[in-house]
């Protein structure tokens, strides 16, 4: 009897598990690596002054999309990074959108500046929650930039998840 307890138990421990690793984890997560340094945003974030913004023109069937946020790595350097989208097409999931001199912008504390002259990348949203209070979308960036001193900037890995998004009222 005590073996069909022991398995029993040892059963209902491993589905526990097994459910645990499947639940959604709601943080937020916004990184990148700039030239193989991993940047990585705080959970603040400053949402407040600098809100993600996604808005859905439905006369043209377009959307925009901003996303301004702080970073710093683990060397201490910090840098905001500015990503912005103006298209004519539909929003759309597992799709790229192309990033270009006019989508992203660097900026810069103390010894860290970016000032882009061209950019070359694109932009994927993987995912779009809407709830009740909130929208919260995933997605992944690359690109490349050339600053205004011609120094090439890579920027590889960029993730976001979890990000709470302001989507007007239409």
């Known amino acids: 009897m005590k073996r069909i307890v022991t398995v029993l138990f ?12 499947e639940k959604h984890d709601d943080a937020l997560r916004v990184e990148m690596r700039v030239d193989g340094e991993l ?9 407040t002054y600098f809100p993600v913004r996604l808005v859905e023109d ?44 006019n989508s992203v912008e660097g900026g810069s504390y103390a010894q860290f500046d970016w000032t882009f002259d061209s950019v070359e990348g694109w932009l994927t949203f993987l ?23 011609g120094k090439t900037v890579r920027v590889t890995g960029g993730v976001f998840e979890n990000l709470s998004v302001v989507v007007p009222a239409m």
């Open 39 to 47: 940047y990585t945003c705080p959970a603040y974030s400053y949402d």
């Open 127 to 149: 995912g779009r929650w809407d709830e009740e209070d909130a929208s919260y979308l995933a997605g992944r960036f690359e690109f490349t930039a050339v600053d205004d001193k």
């Open 10 to 21: 040892a059963a209902a421990c491993l589905l526990f598990l097994a459910a645990s690793c």
């Open 58 to 101: 439905p006369e043209t069937g377009g959307f925009s999309f901003s996303m301004c946020r702080y970073l710093s790595s683990g060397s201490g350097e910090k840098a905001n990074i500015l990503i912005r989208l103006n298209e004519t097409e539909p929003f759309e999931l597992n799709r790229q959108y192309r990033l270009d001199g």
